[in-house]
């Protein structure tokens, strides 16, 4: 089946610092990828949708400049978290889909952990 | 805004009892439903996709049914077993790939 992998698994960072967090989709074309977050005992939430070669589009009360999506690649995309504080420590997946084909594909999750 | 709730929130079996979980959204123009498994710590493992115009889905000892005029949802795991103990996740769909998801209901299958 299709995979989806990101890098890293974990990241531990300092409160100020910037994270990147990569999606990968790697035997598909991920004309669609999406980022979810998911904090300790609680379920996912959608942060935003990207369009390979579009703009992203975020939901209500996701800080665009902090959360910086980009997808330039058909079998990839970024999310960097910026000045991260403590609490955006979180559990990051991202999922991918292929066209119109409704499967969609569910990376392995980052945990990002802000000291 | 939609809103997904998924009841028990935990669940406790012993090894071989049927499971029943239970999902329900509160509106009821969906696209589709889908139904996920989550290790502590892992991303997501899809176990069934039921579109809107379906009624039931089923996959080896899992079986899912879908009711959307009364935005509800069941999954269904005959005969559990210890690998099964799992957090399982509820998603809805409402526009092309957009879930939304329930808060998960865990589960511990004892030998």
């Known amino acids: 089946g299709a995979v989806v992998s990101q890098h890293p698994s974990w990241v531990i960072c300092k409160s100020g610092t910037s994270v990147k967090i990569e999606c990968r989709s790697l035997?598909?074309?991920?004309?669609?990828m999406f980022w979810y977050r998911q904090f300790p005992k609680q379920s996912l939430m959608l942060m935003a949708t990207?369009?390979?070669?579009?703009?992203?589009?975020?939901e209500q009360g996701v800080e665009k400049d902090k959360f910086l999506i980009n997808h330039a690649s058909l079998t990839l995309s970024t999310l960097t978290v910026t000045s991260a504080h403590p609490e955006d420590s979180s559990f990051y997946i991202c999922?991918?889909?292929?066209?119109?084909?409704?499967?969609?594909?569910f990376g392995p999750g980052t945990r990002l952990t802000v000291l | 805004k939609q809103e997904v709730t998924q009841i028990p929130a935990a669940l406790s079996v012993p090894e071989g009892e049927n499971l029943v979980l239970n999902c329900s959204f509160t509106d009821s123009a969906i696209y589709n439903l889908q139904w996920f498994r989550q290790d502590p710590g892992k991303g997501l493992t899809s176990l069934l996709l039921i579109q809107s115009s379906q009624r039931e889905q089923t996959s080896g000892r899992l079986n899912a049914s879908l009711d959307k005029s009364s935005g509800r949802s069941t999954l269904y795991i005959a005969a559990s077993q210890p690998g099964d103990s799992a957090t399982y996740l509820c998603a809805v769909s409402r526009s092309w790939g957009k879930f939304q998801f329930g808060a998960g209901t865990q589960v511990v299958v004892t030998p």
């Open positions: 990207s369009n390979e070669g579009s703009k992203a589009t975020y």
């Open positions: 999922s991918a889909r292929e066209g119109r084909n409704p499967d969609q594909y």
């Open positions: 035997d598909f074309q991920a004309t669609t």
